[in-house]
């Protein structure tokens, strides 16, 4: 099932995410339910506040499972089903996103982060980039018809007042499910910085509600916000 708006996909198959090259397209959505047993992995690393900051180049043809900070993030557990099935949907979702980018090398970030992060919405200094939550609650976004993307910035105001020009109807934040796989643009997108996507980080109060989040990025194509 595919639900087509006039700025963003959704879909419960992954050639979905193929799309984000179309004209106006700002964001696709791929539809999906989360492994459990990788789920109950994850919430053990988030409970026992066991870090998790991996940040690695993915060249053709290699795999997450043999990058070096992977091994030693994990080492004799490498072995286990449920970071094997982990590291598994890392290189599937590299090569969704090789696909989409064409681009040959990605950069990879697998991390729990503990805070708010980019806490105004905005958009990202790239040209594509991928997302997928594994735990804890996934990035927020506006449709573009919800949006005042002439209020972009802080422009000296606090972050809430800010929030509150860019998105002046609350009801109309999206939230990116756990486990749904988001490709989008950001404004150097090739003839289409326009339909940049107007996103933030989800609101976070304390450590105990700790994301893990997958972020791929074209290498060398700078840091996003």
């Not at 999906?32 to 789920?39: I, S, T, W």
Request: neutral net charge.
């Amino acid at each position: 099932m595919e639900t087509i708006a006039t700025d963003f996909i959704t879909g419960t198959e992954p050639e979905i995410l193929e799309s984000i090259v179309e004209n106006c397209v700002s964001l696709c959505l791929w539809e999906r339910a989360p492994k459990p047993d990788v789920a109950a992995f994850l919430a053990e690393i988030v409970t026992l506040k066991i870090p998790l900051a991996l940040d690695f180049i993915m060249e053709p043809g290699a795999s997450a499972k043999v990058a070096p900070s992977v091994r030693e993030q994990f080492g004799a557990n490498l072995s286990e089903p449920a970071v094997d099935s982990l590291l598994s949907d890392v290189d599937r979702l590299i090569a969704r996103f090789r696909a989409a980018s064409g681009a040959p090398a990605i950069r990879v970030r697998l991390t729990r982060i503990v805070d708010a992060a980019c806490a105004v919405f905005h958009t990202d200094t790239l040209s594509l980039r991928l997302l997928c939550t594994y735990h804890g609650d996934g990035t927020q976004w506006i449709p573009n018809e919800h949006a005042n993307r002439k209020q972009l910035g802080l422009r000296g105001r606090s972050i809430g007042k800010a929030n509150r020009a860019i998105a002046p109807d609350p009801s109309r934040i999206r939230t990116m499910p756990a486990w749904h796989v988001a490709i989008f643009k950001g404004r150097t997108f090739p003839g289409d910085g326009e339909s940049a996507l107007i996103h933030r980080s989800h609101p976070q109060c304390c450590e105990a509600h700790a994301r893990i989040r997958l972020v791929l990025d074209i290498a060398g194509a700078g840091q996003g916000c």
